[in-house]
């Protein structure tokens, strides 16, 4: 009995070989298959990125349009400005004009106070040109020596006034300055 128990164990021996051999083959096809997986998940990956870049350029192309649009929208009246400032110039030049009937200087009072308040609803600005001379605003034409009543780098005289559209400079006040 001895002999057929050392038998059945032999062939159990044998078994578990067979199993092993079968087991580290199933071991090397499941190698394989991760390399395809990894594969399909690395070009899953790569295509996420690539969608999460083009969302990214569509939201950043949405910004850009409606900054633009607003940008238009705020600026939209500057050509129309520039063109009626040298008309606004002209009235009051004519205004300053000795010997112009009542009628007649009211009448061109009216017009530039209506230019004047037309371009106040649209943002359009004078510039103050009073008080101490700014590159940003001002731009100077001539200088007159700066004495003790006058100090230097102040505004003497105003040639023509300047205009801003919000933060948007039209055209700077010409100035003379005290040097």
């Known amino acids: 009995m001895k002999g057929v128990y050392a038998l059945t164990e032999d062939i159990k021996k044998e078994d578990v070989k067979d199993e092993e051999v079968v087991e580290t083959t199933e071991t090397v096809e499941e190698e394989k298959q991760p390399s395809e997986l990894e594969a399909a ?8 990125n690539k969608y999460l870049r083009a969302h990214a350029e569509m939201q950043n192309i949405q910004r850009r349009a409606n900054e ?38 009211k009448g ?4 530039q106070e209506s230019l004047v308040h037309a371009l106040k609803e649209e943002g359009i600005e004078e510039i103050v040109a009073e008080g101490d001379f700014d590159h940003n605003y001002h731009m100077a034409i001539q200088t007159m020596p700066a004495d003790d009543e006058h100090p230097a780098d102040t505004i ?6 300047g205009y801003k559209l919000h933060d948007r400079i039209l055209r700077p006040a010409m100035v003379v300055v005290y040097n």
């Open 41 to 48: 998940q690395a070009r899953a990956d790569e295509f996420e």
């Open 108 to 111: 061109l009072e009216m017009v």
């Open 156 to 161: 003497a005289q105003v040639f023509q006034k």
């Open 68 to 105: 633009e649009r607003q940008q238009l929208q705020k600026y939209r009246s500057q050509d129309l400005a520039k063109a009626i400032l040298p008309s606004l110039d002209n009235l009051e030049r004519a205004l300053a004009v000795e010997g112009l009937t009542d009628d007649v200087k």
